[in-house]
């Protein structure tokens, strides 16, 4: 083997150990990543069914129904609503009406089985991607009031 090819070789090996660390770092980001979806977007089936992601909106007034440390209630966003589920204490701040976001998974029967459940923390507090999502559900409700109006 000439210094040529043996130099070809070493610089040919460190690019599959680079481009090996480079595939793992990538699998492991995926796996760890948590994507936010609003109601409308899941019922618009834009959601993943069984892989964890983040559900935000407002609980809807009415819907709190609790058995023990099992609570279930609905999140809206205005223009389409989600039925969650959950399986421990809830924060001091979760109430009907109130900004919520819940980590978990959308099952097959449509019903999102939270993990865990974060409420806002103030008064004039909402995630961003919540408050856009409901700024463009309430436009969209808004339009298609007046074009029924017309």
Known sequence: MTVKQKRLALILGALAVIAAAVALVLTAFKQNLVFFFTPSQIAAKEA??????????????GSIKRDGVNVSFRVTDT?????????????????????????????????????????????????????SAMEKAQKARDMAAKTLKQ
């Open 79 to 131: 223009a389409q609503v989600v039925a969650v589920t959950y399986s421990g204490i809830l924060p001091d701040l979760f109430r009907e009406g109130k900004g919520v976001v819940a980590q978990g998974a959308l099952g097959e029967d449509g019903v999102f089985r939270a993990k865990e459940v974060l409420a806002k923390h103030d008064e004039n507090y909402m995630p961003p991607e919540a408050a």
């Open 48 to 61: 993943p069914v069984g892989r964890t992601f983040r559900l935000g909106g407002m609980v809807e007034t």
